[in-house]
């Protein structure tokens, strides 16, 4: 049931750059969930991004060919650590971009093998064929067995460190001063260079005399090879710790620094409440605002910036919030729903202006709760602004008043994209924004693609120029309203070159406007 | 598709009283658990006359053990919780499992994480509505509930979207399908997502509110038993909100 789900979707690392980013390869882990026996092959497909299948396939296939596919098992299963891939790709993540509220995994709780059950079960039913072997008269060539047996539990006891690091550190720091981890190190040591010992003497005492040279060179590999295996472990644990131990030093400390920004952050924002209780408004739109970002600390991925129009939306949205009020004044929340994502570009720029002009316009004379809604694929992103206000006539609206007709159809049909507003008695009112695809059969021929962005490039030129002050402005301004000379005015001196390339962009525009239209009469 | 020939018209214009009246006079039992005893007291002065709060919890034992004893037709659970072997909502739900014909929860949440959502509509929960909402319609989200039907919020419809790759047109063919949306279900979860009330959704779409909730239903079935099991780690790989 599980196994395939980390793989069958390829390397997935959350919060990894948007559509088209390449992901990072998953790191190589063995995870518990899901696994047959050690979790080799499946966390070897998830870091190679190869259905789980075939990796276990290749290793059967292997095991019988001298033993490679039980050897690489084996190798892998000591080498590499257990845990979830996702999870370390997480954990490798700068927490600067990573939410900060602990995940909530939809896990069932995870079943392991026995493994050291099974283990001994096996050593004593072997030891108990044997036995019974020797009883009824088998030729058992003791001699070798015993060796054998005593080098593998040598190595077992060393090895066996590796998996209970974590207990030993544990019992090491609790319990006296020798850790329990130099008792097995030395045990291993110990019994495996006894067996090699004996195993050299036993083929000594019945080799012939010449060969006695090369006997001890033997032996004194097979030592060394034995202690190399015994130490292995010790080492790798060693390595490992270190780099571990590093790396939660840094995310603590950038952890911290993240604690420090919330604090200030959530204390003043309190202070200030404090300050202004006796005004209702701003205390709302003060703790939605604190709230917005608090959020965005805890649950979201923070992607870098530049890649996800998701962001640039929660952004566009927060400025709104923050700057705009409902006609009695009050802040008015808007409730976002993203689906997908991609990374922005010049049709999706011009798509989230014309989506924060739809939006002042639903806050500042809609009525709440007001609603976005942003879907984003490969074949086009879709936006839609929806209150619960009367709405207004589109085709009422005066040749002087630019907010609508300019800055939301307008700008939407100049990038070849459909802009429709949609306003039933009761039911509210919804601007309705679209891309389809790259855009490209929207755009009139002849004319490239950065020509056809500069129209409404000019468009956004000077309400962007007076954006970073929207804070300032008083509510009342708005840009609906037919008294508001400074935009509209500025607006107005850019229109006839706008109006000159919707000309230009007409034929090519020309069945989707009708169609917006057609719903606009709705 | 067939369905909206046959009950289009007026009956799916205002609603009928299919819906949130469903469960006549008697108010409706509910359990409380949240670990924040100020917002238990908030919830439990904001809900209406139609709903009672019988009993409250405040950790993962203490809501199983008080769950088991009352066995409230509705429970109102908070997605994070303390206690227990740290599951949160999601364990209190599968502790509670033999009692999920009779008791029936929802889940109560002011995270914005895909994850968190939909490991406890996982676990059973009949729907989702985060803590931002009001009175009336926290209560009405009980009344559906109590009565069977799904509660979907925004934010949960957009996460079934982005989940089940509902954006990029992957929808289903068959009814059996459990992996995909069908294009009807994607219609209406992407009104609900759109801010639209169940009423609006079966108003804009001219079909009866029952049919809407049948197709959240249906919805709500696949989210819980899609054999797209890692959907919350697959939704965070998409980046959600």
Known sequence: ?522 | MSETAAEGGPGGRDGGPGGQDSVGGAPVDVVLVDDHHLFRTGVRASLDARVRVVGEAADVDEAVRVVHELTPPVVLLDVHLPGGDGGGGAEVIRSCADLLGRTRFLALSVSDAAEDVVAVIRAGARGYVTKAIDGTALSDAVLRVAGGDAVFSPRLAGFVLDAFGAAAGDVATGDDELDRLSAREREVMRLIARGYSYREVAAELFISIKTVETHVSAVLRKLQLSSRHELTRWAAARRLL
């Open chain 1, 1 to 522: 049931m599980l196994p395939d789900d980390l793989t069958a979707r390829g390397p997935v690392l959350p919060g990894a750059g948007a559509r088209g980013v390449p992901r990072p390869r998953l790191p190589l882990r063995r995870p518990e969930r899901g696994r047959w026996v050690g979790g080799v092959a499946l966390g070897l497909a998830a870091h190679l991004g190869v259905p789980t299948a075939l990796v276990r396939f290749l290793f059967v296939l292997l095991a019988p060919v001298a033993g490679v596919g039980l050897a690489l098992y084996g190798f892998l299963w000591l080498a590499v650590p257990a845990g979830d891939p996702a999870d370390a790709a997480r954990a490798a993540r700068p927490s600067a971009l990573t939410r900060l509220a602990r995940r909530q995994s939809a896990a069932e709780p995870t079943r392991r093998l026995p493994l050291t059950d099974i283990a001994v079960g096996v050593v004593l039913v072997l030891a108990a064929v044997v036995l019974i072997a020797v009883r009824s008269g088998a030729d058992v060539d003791v001699g070798w067995l015993l060796p054998a047996l005593i080098v593998l539990v040598g190595l077992a006891l060393a090895w066996s460190q590796l998996d209970a690091a974590q207990r030993d550190r544990w019992r090491a720091r609790t319990g006296g001063r020798m850790p329990v981890s130099v008792v097995r190190l030395l045990g291993g040591v110990l019994l495996a260079g006894s067996g090699v010992l004996l195993l050299v003497a036993e083929s000594a005492g019945r080799g012939v005399a010449p060969a006695e040279l090369v006997q001890a060179v033997v032996a004194a590999v097979a030592v060394l090879v034995g202690v190399g295996l015994v130490l292995a472990p010790w080492w790798l644990r060693l390595v490992r710790e270190l780099g571990d131990e590093r790396a939660a030093r840094a995310r603590e400390s950038e952890r911290a620094d993240i604690a420090a920004h919330l604090h200030d952050s959530v204390l003043q924002t309190l202070a200030l409440i404090r300050a202004r209780a006796d005004e209702p408004a701003e205390v709302a739109r003060m703790a939605r605002a604190q709230e917005r970002e608090l959020r965005e600390w805890l649950y979201a991925d923070r992607p870098a910036p530049g890649t996800s129009i998701a962001a640039a939306l929660r952004a566009i949205v927060a400025e709104v919030e923050d700057s705009r009020s409902g006609p009695q004044g009050e802040p008015v929340a808007i409730e976002t729903v993203v689906v997908g994502d991609r990374q922005p570009d010049a049709d999706t720029e011009a798509l989230l202006q014309a989506t924060r002009e739809a939006l002042v316009n639903a806050v500042v004379h809609g009525r709440p709760p007001v609603s976005l809604y942003l879907e984003a694929g490969a074949d086009g992103v879709e936006v839609f602004v929806r209150d619960h206000g009367d709405g207004f006539d589109v085709d009422g609206i005066g040749p002087d008043r630019f907010g609508v007709r300019e800055s939301i159809i307008g700008r939407m049909r100049r990038r070849g994209g459909a802009a429709t507003v949609t306003c039933r008695p009761g039911r509210g009112t919804e601007v309705h924004l679209a891309f389809a695809g790259r855009g490209e059969e929207g755009r009139p021929e002849g004319t490239p693609p950065e020509e056809a962005g500069r129209p409404a490039a000019a468009g956004a030129a000077p309400e962007d120029a007076g954006r970073p002050g929207a804070g300032d402005r008083p509510p009342e301004g708005t840009d609906r309203s037919p008294g508001e000379p400074p935009e509209a005015e500025q607006r107005r001196v850019v229109a006839p070159e706008v109006e000159q390339r919707r000309w230009v962009a007409a034929p090519a525009a020309e069945p989707r406007r009708g169609a917006a239209e057609g719903e606009g009469h709705r």
